[in-house]
């Protein structure tokens, strides 16, 4: 899907015309990420722009109790969309509407650094019952993304890549995509595999439920070619 949408926009810049001085470059930051945003002006109203954004981050944590845990977490956020904006009254302030992928996507693996002992200890600290080694005990890892490809956007904003004098530009957006609910995965290959029954998996998505929006504020600065 990503590389059919941007084979879209490729082809969208490729059908403007030569002398396409309501065209206009972005750099922009936000919560879908840092990226590039490219936009064209086909009427004194309207401007359509094509947008790319991603971020990723990865932390390594050691988290103490029984037992000690290795937790390996990613996270990535980033999309690639399409918009339509609206000047109603001809100057900076648009609204806009869209559709894309937002591709929020969060994993953590907890690996046991220890065995576990079911059961009281000797005297010289040994297992008196049944101890678990870290690799009986297996690791636990999950996953929360989106179910769905396509997301609509609805928002608002300030600036215009295709319309205007000047040649710097200066960008704000507000809104939001309809996601749907977010997805929580659970995956184990040993002990820990009644925690991942689709039982308890559903009660944790169940309070996802209300997470059918993500927000979208974005800053840029653009240059009209």
Known sequence: MKRFLLLA??????ALPSEAQNLGVALRAGTTGVGVQVGYGFHPRFNIRAHYSTFSHSRTE?????PDLRIDADAGVGALASFLDFHPFRNAFRLTAGAGQNALDVSATATPLESVCMGDEDGNGGCSGKS???QKLGNLTA????PSAIHPYVGMGFG?????KSLITFLFDIGAYYTGSPEIELYNDGLFSPTTDPEN?????DGLESFAWY???S?????RL
Do not use: D, H, K, M
């Not at 926009?9 to 490729?14: E, G, I, K, T």
């Not at 996953?143 to 989106?146: D, E, G, L, P, T």
């Not at 998996?201 to 998505?205: A, D, E, H, R």
């Not at 800053?219 to 240059?223: F, K, M, Q, Y």
């Open 215 to 217: 927000p979208v504020v």
């Open 143 to 146: 996953r929360i993304s989106y």
């Open 132 to 134: 678990f080694s870290p």
């Open 201 to 205: 998996v559903q009660v944790l998505n």
């Open 160 to 164: 215009s890549l295709g319309n205007g």
């Open 62 to 66: 050691t988290s103490t109790g029984e």
């Open 9 to 14: 926009a490729v082809v969208f810049l490729a």
């Open 219 to 223: 800053l840029g600065i653009g240059i």
